[in-house]
């Protein structure tokens, strides 16, 4: 049987989880696929390093820019934007026999002509869709489309299926595949690689603690600062960078709250790292810290395969991830006390660290690894 043509569609040129996610899913399907971005950058570069065709077709401005702040009328002005950019791709969706909208703004843009060309419509919903994210006309939009154009609508955690059931989404198109995560990134790496990068970051007689993730507000990096001053013997390292332009007011704020509070020898912001195994095997904690409930989280399983402790947030997609107690530790969201908690009794305990590093590498391997994942999508999506 000649095997379908698959055109992958995702707005951004930055390298956030959904694109990691997207990443593997096309390196797999990358001999009768293309990427389809409407927005240069990175992501564009990755995909291409690993022979995966790319069709980049750049977005005007202000259609990447809407966003849950900006205003009613705004939203009305991108409409001829968006209208014009789905006519001028209508060729590009014409060719492929399955279209597969890895983010919100793609389906939007994608829908009609995959609709029209009586393709299969497939859309990775990676956000949960809540009021702290988006506006509930914004909600409602993508849940109608998705219910009315879509054949099946991957969710990347139950939390994420309920959100989208709330607003009104059709259960019965939900499929829940988790992210899966590449474990051979972690079990290359050596005790002497581990060594070697804490003497070069001049880290090497201090607990580390590691927090992984973009910079963003809804991430909650400020509580890790508000700990530090009660964790005396730590050092922070915060791996990400500002990935979308308003966020680097808040990225520039976490400075600014390293400073007030003395902690420039104890904090290191070392920005964005394509590769972030070693980095991860260097910390003794990782701690996750989200203020707002996360649609998964990719990191947290990261630092299960990498066997650091993981702390983190309990809330959203989180909680199928961390049994508490058991895989992880779990604090209120928000609570940066609760979190200087959980840090201590981690690092006080090596017997219970290791117990829980353990258990969270076996749960993580069983349940989050990228063939789990394709055995999935080959089974329930794609069927080949
Ligand atoms: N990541 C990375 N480099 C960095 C920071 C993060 O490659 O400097 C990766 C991280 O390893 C993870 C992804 O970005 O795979 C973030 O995914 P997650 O689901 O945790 O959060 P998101 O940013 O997608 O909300
Ligand atoms: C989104 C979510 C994150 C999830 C990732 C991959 O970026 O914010 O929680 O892990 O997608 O599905």
């Not at 972690?186 to 603690?209: H, P, R, V, Y």
């Not at 994942?373 to 080949?384: A, D, G, Q, S, V």
Request: hydrophobic share 45%.
């Amino acid at each position: 049987m000649k095997k379908q043509k698959i055109l992958f569609v995702d707005h951004v040129g930055v390298i956030g989880g959904a694109e990691l996610c997207l990443f593997d899913i096309s390196r797999y399907y990358s001999s009768h696929s293309s990427v389809l971005l409407f927005e240069d950058g990175p992501f564009r570069e990755k995909l291409e390093k690993n022979n995966i065709h790319v069709i980049v077709f750049p977005l005007s401005k202000n259609v990447l820019q809407v966003r849950k702040e900006s205003h009613f009328v705004f939203d009305l002005l991108v409409i001829p934007n968006i209208i014009k950019t789905t006519f001028r791709i209508r060729k590009i969706i014409a060719k492929h026999d399955i279209i597969y909208a890895n983010t919100q703004k793609s389906l939007i843009l994608v829908a009609f002509f995959s609709v029209f060309f009586r393709k299969k419509l497939i859309f990775h919903l990676h956000d949960k869709l809540n009021a702290e994210h988006f506006s509930f006309l914004h909600r409602k939009i993508v849940t109608i489309i998705a219910n009315l154009t879509c054949s099946d609508i991957i969710v990347n955690s139950k939390s994420t299926a309920n959100s989208f059931s709330d607003n009104g989404g059709n259960d019965k198109k939900t499929k829940l595949i988790y992210n899966g995560i590449d474990p051979e990134q972690f079990q290359k790496i050596e005790i002497a690689d581990i060594i070697k990068e804490k003497q070069k970051l001049g880290l090497s007689n201090q607990w580390i603690i590691g927090c992984f993730s973009r910079i963003a507000p809804w991430k909650g990096q400020h509580l890790l600062l508000e700990a530090l001053p009660s964790l005396p013997n730590c050092t922070a390292i915060f791996v990400g960078d500002a990935l979308f332009g308003e966020e680097a007011e808040y990225f520039n704020r976490l400075k600014e709250i390293t400073r007030e509070k003395g902690l420039n020898e104890r904090v290191h912001f070392l920005g964005f790292k394509s590769d972030i195994a070693l980095l991860m095997k260097i910390c003794n904690v990782i701690v996750h810290t989200s203020i707002v409930a996360e649609p998964f989280g990719r990191v947290i399983v990261e630092a299960m395969m990498a066997k650091v402790p993981v702390i983190a947030s309990n809330e959203g997609g989180v909680k199928e991830i961390i049994e508490h107690g058991k895989s992880g530790l779990l604090f209120k969201p928000g609570d940066s006390s609760d979190m200087v908690g959980m840090i201590k009794k981690i690092l006080e305990d090596e017997q219970r660290s290791h117990e829980v590093v353990n258990n969270a590498y076996n749960w993580a391997i069983k349940k989050f690894s990228v063939l789990g994942m394709i055995e999935n999508l080959k089974n329930h999506i794609f069927h080949f």
